[in-house]
């Protein structure tokens, strides 16, 4: 394993091992890395035609791939979980035998994720569904420490994409995070951003005691109707397949699959 120190070293290493039929599940530019190879987080590793990028997050790596064979295992001999995803357009391009491969290389299913999406004009806004309730934007040091705690404590460890405070701060700055209050109490937040005129539901939590009383859909539907700057104003998600409840919740505001999905796979430690 080879930390990338420049970014001239990386744009050589997807020069060499990205070409026509590789198949990856990385779709950044290499700029995009760049601040990962300051911080000494980005390292790889090669075994004849393939390549492996390893993004190390402290308790786990982060694993994008490059595969020009599949007859050639990659060796990760690294003492923490490795996680990584394979993103893929419908069930039917189901890609199997990468699967296999990386099951061949010790990766165990985690967890898979579909896409939905939605336009303004298509979306249904169900009823006002609980009382005691007050929607805001987080703005205290208060209310970000609670995002943070919440947001932890909610998501899935490997690919919920946890937020750092800092990253949170940034989020506060740009009123990117909604806040429930809850007969006065901090009761959940929905985090989300625009990328390329979409607007992305990032995050969503409720606390556990506060579950049930519709705090979800009316963060949902702050987040829908702040964002919503013309007819065909654009939203996106991700959502775990078997997460049955936040898949009915976004089908009744009019979300639909968006026939794209992503497979995490996660090998333990060596």
Not at 63 to 79: A, E
Not at 85 to 107: A, T, V
């Amino acid at each position: 394993m080879t930390y990338i120190k420049q970014l001239k070293e990386l744009n050589e290493l997807m020069e060499c091992f990205f070409i026509k039929g590789t198949l990856t599940n990385c779709f950044f530019l290499a700029d995009a890395f760049y601040k990962y190879m300051e911080n000494n987080t980005l390292s790889y590793v090669f075994c004849g035609k393939n390549l492996v990028l390893l993004l190390d997050k402290t308790d786990f790596c982060q694993l994008y791939f490059y595969l020009n064979d599949l007859s050639t295992g990659v060796d990760l001999s690294i003492d923490k979980p490795v996680v990584m995803e394979i993103l893929y357009r419908g069930e039917k391009n189901k890609p199997l035998d990468l699967i296999k491969y990386w099951s061949e290389q010790g990766f165990n299913h985690h967890l898979l994720r579909d896409n939905m999406v939605a336009s303004f004009d298509s979306l249904s806004l169900p009823p006002v569904s609980t009382s005691n309730l007050v929607l805001d934007y987080v703005s205290s040091s208060e209310e970000a420490l609670f995002t943070e705690k919440l947001l932890s404590n909610s998501l899935d460890f490997y690919t919920g994409d946890l937020l750092s405070i800092d990253e949170i701060y940034h989020f506060v700055t740009n009123r990117n995070i909604s806040i429930a209050m809850y007969n006065n109490e901090m009761a959940g937040v929905l985090q989300f951003e625009i990328r390329n005129k979409i607007v992305w539901l990032s995050h969503i939590a409720v606390v556990e005691k506060y579950r049930g009383k519709g705090i979800a859909n009316e963060l949902i539907r702050k987040y829908i109707l702040d964002n919503n700057t013309e007819s065909n104003t654009k939203y996106q998600l991700w959502v775990i397949r078997d997460n049955i409840p936040a898949v009915k919740l976004y089908r009744k505001f009019g979300f639909i699959n968006g026939n794209k999905s992503t497979l995490a796979m996660l090998k333990n430690r060596s």
